[in-house]
């Protein structure tokens, strides 16, 4: 019997890298897959490269930069715009990652997909659960919360017993290009993390007043999207 083909989404980070070389130690047929959703620098390209080379791996590159913008920037402006704080790292495992790239995937023959992600799989005889992570300080089973019968059967999330000192050690004693590099913060598509910036190029901000639950004006704002429910920092009030 074959081996299963198991197609792996490769950021060019720790995770997804040593994600690949343990499927392809336990002998699965792996591919590696990156999905090109933003500009990049050059040097991801080379890393990612490098590395299959290292792991003995096809690496296949998908370009999504407008479905990436239609399915998760437009929505995330426009959720600024009518006063709330959407979360677009839901919203791009749920439409993209789990959704065209895993159609991208069994398209291309893979029988399953795997992630660096976080988070455990169990199978049982009535269904898949998702379960949070052995290392809980990295858990990720929050941005996976979408995912349900339609897609569970069809993943693996190979980190899902590691914590992430034994994945950057790993990757360390491999050589792999990745080993070094820092895990990301930020939101993916804006740079420096600065939202307020990144959404006032699309829709410069409107400023008003700030009023009380009696109508009173105690100051002004410099627009709806730069602020959140609850936030006192930076409104300049005195009470």
Do not use: W
Not at 8 to 19: H, I
Not at 56 to 85: A, H, M, S, V, W
Not at 153 to 160: A, C, E, G, Q
């Amino acid at each position: 019997m074959s081996p299963k083909h198991v197609a792996v989404a490769m950021s060019g980070g720790v995770d997804s890298s040593v994600t690949a070389f343990l499927l392809k130690r336990d002998d699965f047929r792996v591919s590696g897959v990156h999905l090109q959703l933003r500009p990049e620098p050059e040097q991801v390209t080379l890393d990612l490269e490098r590395t299959c080379q290292l792991l003995d791996i096809p690496l296949y590159q998908l370009n999504f930069e407008g479905e990436f913008k239609r399915l998760i920037i437009e929505p995330f402006l426009q959720e600024y715009g009518r006063g709330r704080t959407p979360n677009p790292c839901v919203s791009c495992n749920q439409h993209i990652k789990f959704g065209l790239l895993l159609d991208k995937a069994q398209q291309m023959g893979a029988d399953l997909l795997a992630t660096g992600h976080y988070a455990l799989i169990e199978s049982l005889p009535r269904g898949h659960r998702l379960l949070k992570a052995v290392d809980r300080a990295k858990d990720q089973s929050y941005f996976l919360y979408t995912l349900g019968q339609k897609q569970l059967p069809y993943l693996l999330f190979p980190l899902s017993n590691y914590h992430k000192t034994e994945v950057r050690r790993l990757a360390a004693e491999l050589g792999l290009p990745a080993s070094n590099r820092h895990d990301s913060q930020d939101i993916c598509f804006i740079p420096g993390n600065d939202y307020r910036a990144f959404i006032a190029q699309y829709a410069p901000p409107r400023p008003g007043d700030i009023v009380d639950a009696t109508g009173n004006i105690l100051g002004q704002h410099s627009g709806l999207a730069g602020y959140t429910i609850g936030q006192r920092h930076g409104l300049r009030l005195s009470s």
